[in-house]
Nanobody
């Protein structure tokens, strides 16, 4: 059984940083695509970033240069380092995994329950 558990959300001032973590069980993050999505109030869920170990990482344009996705094989986690946060980054952030492909158009098979990120201006 695959489980994904997000942590690290919270309240931060605009310009600040947060680090989100996605802990995976039932799969090895090294072998599969792990992605971060977010959903702001009254908005569609959107792709943020993804990584497949040893392959390309993907980012949506609005976070390039500010967010970094990385994996830790020893802990079986994938992190999202978020710097220079903006009010528009406020959302519930979800991690997800795809068994078949990677990136914004991949089909994601398993999802975590999300962690709230709030950015005060």
């Amino acid at each position: 059984q695959v489980h994904l558990v997000e942590s690290g959300g919270g309240l931060v001032q605009a310009g600040g940083s947060l680090r989100l973590s996605c802990a995976a069980s039932g799969l090895t993050v090294r072998r599969y695509c792990i992605a971060w999505f977010r959903q702001a109030p009254e908005k569609e869920r959107e792709f943020v970033a993804a990584i497949r170990w040893g392959s390309l990482s993907y980012y949506t344009d609005s976070v390039k240069g500010r967010f970094t996705i990385s994996g830790d094989v020893t802990k079986n986690t994938v992190s999202l380092q978020m710097n220079r946060l903006r009010a528009e980054d406020r959302a519930v952030y979800y991690c997800a995994t795809s068994m078949t492909s990677c990136g914004p158009d991949a089909n994601y098979d398993y999802w975590g329950q999300g962690t709230q990120v709030t950015v005060s201006s």
